[in-house]
T-cell receptor, first 113, second 110 residues
Framework: DADVTQTPRNRITKTGKRIMLECSQT?????MYWYRQDPGLGLRLIYY???????NKGEISDGYSVSRQAQAKFSLSLESAIPNQTALYFC????????????FGPGTRLLVL | EDQVTQSPEALRLQEGESSSLNCSYT??????LFWYRQDPGKGPEFLFT???AGEEKEKERLKATLTKKESFLHITAPKPEDSATYLCAVQGTGGFKTIFGAGTRLFVKA
């Protein structure tokens, strides 16, 4: 079984809808991240969490929110989806050692119409 | 500001034709430089971490090298299964964040 799983794998939604992307991990890592990937751009950090009570904004957090339900679960919500949020979304985990190697989920392909 | 630039954007090789991918970086103190492989429809998969200039690491047909300003991913006698996007990333001593490049898409034709 995969160490980092994401659901759904693909999602089509309409402008203005609220959607949630979910991430679960079995690696036992404290740190979890949400990134988005757009063609021609590197992975950009949306939110990160170092433990259940520690949640922080990344470089592109506007329009997104997160919830860390447990050490193993980290969800990303789009409160009111807009077309420019169409992208690939990845969840990642890491342990506390530096430099941090990150382990990625398979991604969610989101299309906002 | 930490930055990573990868070149070329895309590279097309014949099977067996060796080449190199470039990753130029600026960072305020390097903790580590990472190489990841990403297949279509999948998440990035960790390949290597390099810590200091002069370091080299190898895995099958891949060898990563590091200088104070660049890293190279050398691919020797590539096979079609090496086709993927290769991502470079850095983590500096100024913070915990990992900065990713846009990647190089490698196509290897049989």
């Amino acid at each position: 079984d995969a160490d980092v799983t994401q659901t759904p794998r693909n999602r089509i939604t309409k402008t203005g809808k609220r959607i949630m992307l979910e991430c679960s991990q079995t690696k036992g890592h404290d740190r979890m991240y949400w990134y988005r990937q757009d063609p021609g751009l590197g992975l950009r950090l949306i939110y990160y969490s170092f433990d259940v009570k520690d949640i922080n904004k990344g470089e592109i957090s506007d329009g997104y929110s997160v919830s860390r339900q447990a050490q193993a679960k980290f969800s990303l919500s789009l409160e009111s989806a807009i077309p420019n949020q169409t992208a690939l979304y990845f969840c990642a985990t890491s342990d506390r050692t530096y430099p941090e190697t990150q382990y990625f989920g398979p991604g969610t392909r989101l299309l906002v119409l | 500001e930490d930055q990573v630039t990868q070149s070329p954007e895309a590279l097309r090789l014949q099977e067996g034709e060796s080449s190199s991918l470039n990753c130029s970086y600026t960072v305020s103190g390097l903790r580590g430089l990472f190489w990841y492989r990403q297949d279509p429809g999948k998440g990035p998969e960790f390949l290597f971490t390099l810590y200091s200039a002069g370091e080299e690491k190898e895995k099958e047909r891949l060898k990563a090298t590091l200088t104070k300003k660049e890293s190279f991913l050398h691919i020797t006698a590539p096979k079609p299964e090496d086709s993927a996007t290769y991502l470079c990333a850095v983590q500096g001593t100024g913070g915990f964040k990992t900065i990713f490049g846009a990647g190089t898409r490698l196509f290897v034709k049989a």
